[in-house]
């Protein structure tokens, strides 16, 4: 499905078998699908491939799936979605209480997956399968466009980053070094002072001359906020 194009996919799980027949499936589907077959290795993959959903299996050598999930949520956006046994209710309990955002009981079939993956991904985000409106901000990942108060930001593609990262994100102060790990990525090696050049560019297309719209927190990054 074209539609799933750049949707990422991490698979955790110890049993080759299910790693290979997921993988397969939810490649053929249009997803890019990493796995791992522990935690750690998970929770590495998660940081380089930042996925936007993680299905894990509960019961793994060392660190489990319910560790993997509470670590996983810690990092980011990233949705969860939980393996079971018929017989783990209490584990799935757990597991929902604790930060998973929903479960599926072995075996299960192939196309449910694909159900909840899409709920999932509707649920957390909604910006990549259609327009999404927050206040006087509108996002269309589709275009690559965002519209403040009607009008389309004449925007760079990192800019348009930036920006969407930030309203995403509203209400949360964000830090120079997060803003850099989530827009520019890991492996950017420049000064942080950057970040506030684009603050700058982006404040000037948002007309935003008393900072209203991007707030600055003093020694602490940049927040939006919207009502």
């Given at each position: 499905?074209?539609?799933?194009?750049?949707?990422?996919?991490?698979?955790?799980?110890?049993?080759?078998?299910?790693?290979?027949?997921?993988?397969?499936?939810?490649?053929?589907?249009?997803?890019?699908?990493?796995?791992?077959?522990?935690?750690?290795?998970?929770?590495?993959?998660?940081?380089?491939?930042?996925?936007?959903?993680?299905?894990?299996?509960?019961m793994m050598p060392g660190m489990?799936?319910?560790?993997?999930?509470?670590?996983?949520?810690?990092?980011?956006?990233?949705?969860?979605?939980?393996?079971?046994?018929?017989?783990?209710?209490?584990?799935?309990?757990?597991?929902?209480?604790?930060?998973?955002?929903?479960?599926?009981?072995?075996?299960?079939?192939?196309?449910?997956?694909?159900?909840?993956?899409?709920?999932?991904?509707?649920?957390?985000?909604?910006?990549?399968?259609?327009?999404?409106?927050l206040g006087p901000f509108r996002?269309?990942?589709?275009?690559?466009?965002?519209?403040?108060?009607?009008?389309?930001?004449?925007?760079?593609?990192?800019?348009?980053?930036?920006?969407?990262?930030?309203?995403?994100?509203?209400?949360?102060?964000?830090?120079?070094?997060?803003?850099?790990?989530?827009?520019?990525?890991?492996?950017?090696?420049?000064?942080?002072?950057?970040?506030?050049?684009?603050?700058?560019?982006?404040?000037?297309?948002?007309?935003?001359?008393?900072?209203?719209?991007?707030?600055?927190?003093?020694g602490a990054g940049y927040r939006?906020?919207?009502?």
């Amino acid at each position: 499905m074209n539609r799933m194009k750049g949707i990422k996919i991490l698979l955790v799980d110890d049993e080759p078998a299910i790693l290979d027949f997921l993988t397969m499936g939810l490649e053929n589907e249009g997803f890019e699908v990493k796995t791992a077959a522990d935690g750690m290795t998970a929770m590495n993959t998660v940081k380089t491939f930042q996925p936007h959903v993680a299905i894990l299996d509960v019961m793994m050598p060392g660190m489990d799936g319910l560790e993997v999930s509470k670590m996983i949520k810690k990092t980011g956006h990233t949705a969860v979605i939980m393996l079971t046994a018929k017989d783990e209710v209490g584990v799935r309990v757990k597991a929902l209480t604790e930060g998973a955002d929903d479960y599926m009981i072995k075996p299960f079939s192939f196309e449910e997956l694909l159900a909840r993956i899409y709920a999932r991904i509707r649920d957390h985000f909604p910006n990549l399968f259609e327009e999404f409106a927050l206040g006087p901000f509108r996002i269309d990942d589709r275009r690559r466009e965002i519209r403040y108060q009607e009008e389309v930001l004449k925007l760079s593609a990192t800019e348009y980053e930036l920006l969407k990262f930030l309203v995403l994100n509203h209400g949360l102060v964000l830090s120079k070094a997060r803003i850099l790990d989530k827009v520019w990525g890991y492996d950017f090696y420049g000064e942080e002072n950057i970040v506030e050049v684009y603050i700058r560019s982006l404040r000037e297309k948002l007309n935003d001359k008393k900072h209203e719209v991007i707030r600055t927190v003093r020694g602490a990054g940049y927040r939006v906020d919207i009502e």
